[in-house]
């Protein structure tokens, strides 16, 4: 493990006056215990939450399960609507941003956003993950090193839930503007620290995801950073993802009970499905407000050319 540093730099915003906030988080996926020794921080500048000491690639090695998330863990009921959800999304991308573009799912462990893609019609669509244990479907054009994706070949770079895990933030987001071509986005969807589900469940939150999430972002986080990764500002757009309600329930049932199972509980699937009440008011809470950032958020952004051009991605993956 890195050496806690005496000065501790937001990831987000680089501000050096972050805080303390959770000195030994419970790891409620895996209950593993090599991430002993990495407590939780809260910057006040822009509201995110980052890993103390920031965790190398190497430690977060050690942090995975070799079944992380695995989806034959999951009950079939629960497969079946998160497939229902990605295959309404992967819809969802292909009719805002079109057939023609070339498509780059950023993180796509084992390829099934691609294949996605491609069922709602995209022409050209890919991925990358730096796990090749979990890529490898055959039919599907999966990478496994940046340097391996040409510089300014792709149109719709897309980051599910992927920006929060990464190690080396920087240089990785600096690699991804290089790949956009000169109109291409980024469409990244994150936590965000800044929800009052977040006040409200506090370590027990679903989406802090400890430790495999280095930082939890807010939508300023975002903003800060995209500037310092070579993107102009960022563009909200609606999400109304509904799973940190499910996800939070169950730790606050595995916290409750004592019980250490890893992965989902046999009764995930009833916690999703008494979960959506609560969604809904939240999701008719925000458009009240006309907030378009939720528990989880999605921004469009776009490259700034200059600092694109010179950047082209190095051998290292993250
Ligand atoms: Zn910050």
Same mark, same amino acid.
């Given at each position: 493990m890195s050496e806690s540093p005496s000065v501790v730099i937001c990831p987000a915003c680089e501000s050096a006056s972050g805080s303390l906030l959770y000195p030994s988080p419970t790891d409620?996926? =895996? !209950?593993? $215990?090599? !991430?002993? =020794?990495f407590s939780l921080w809260t910057c006040p500048e822009c509201a995110s939450l980052y890993l103390?000491? $920031?965790?190398t690639a190497t430690d977060t090695v050690h942090f995975y399960p070799a079944d992380y998330m695995a989806k034959s863990k999951q009950p079939g009921i629960f497969r079946r609507l998160t497939g229902a959800w990605d295959a309404r999304s992967a819809a969802g991308f292909v009719k805002r941003y079109g057939k023609d573009k070339t498509y780059l799912d950023f993180g796509c462990g084992d390829g099934s956003f691609v294949g996605l893609l491609r069922d709602a019609g995209a022409a050209e669509a890919s991925g990358y993950d730096p796990m090749p244990k979990l890529a490898g479907s055959s039919h599907l054009r999966i990478y496994d090193q940046l340097d391996q994706i040409p510089v300014g070949s792709i149109d719709i770079v897309v980051m599910n839930n992927v920006v929060e895990h990464l190690t080396e933030l920087d240089d990785t987001m600096r690699r991804i503007a290089a790949l956009l071509t000169p109109d291409g986005t980024l469409v990244l969807s994150t936590p965000n620290a800044a929800d009052f589900t977040f006040r409200l469940f506090g370590s027990l939150w679903g989406l802090l995801h400890f430790p495999y999430h280095t930082v939890v972002f807010t939508p300023r986080g975002i903003e800060l950073a995209a500037a310092r990764w070579g993107f102009d500002a960022p563009t909200f757009v609606p999400n109304a993802d509904p799973s940190v309600w499910a996800f939070s329930f169950e730790h606050v049932i595995k916290k409750r009970f004592g019980l250490r199972t890893? =992965?989902?509980?046999?009764i995930y699937w009833v916690l999703l499905i008494a979960s959506f009440p609560f969604w809904a008011v939240d999701v008719i809470v925000h458009r009240v407000r006309r907030d378009v950032n939720r528990a989880t958020f999605t921004c469009e952004l776009t490259a700034i050319g200059p600092q694109r051009s010179a950047s082209a991605p190095g051998s290292s993956a993250e």
């Open positions: 409620f996926e =895996g !209950y593993a $215990t090599e !991430y002993e =020794g103390n000491p $920031t965790p890893r =992965g989902h509980l046999r």
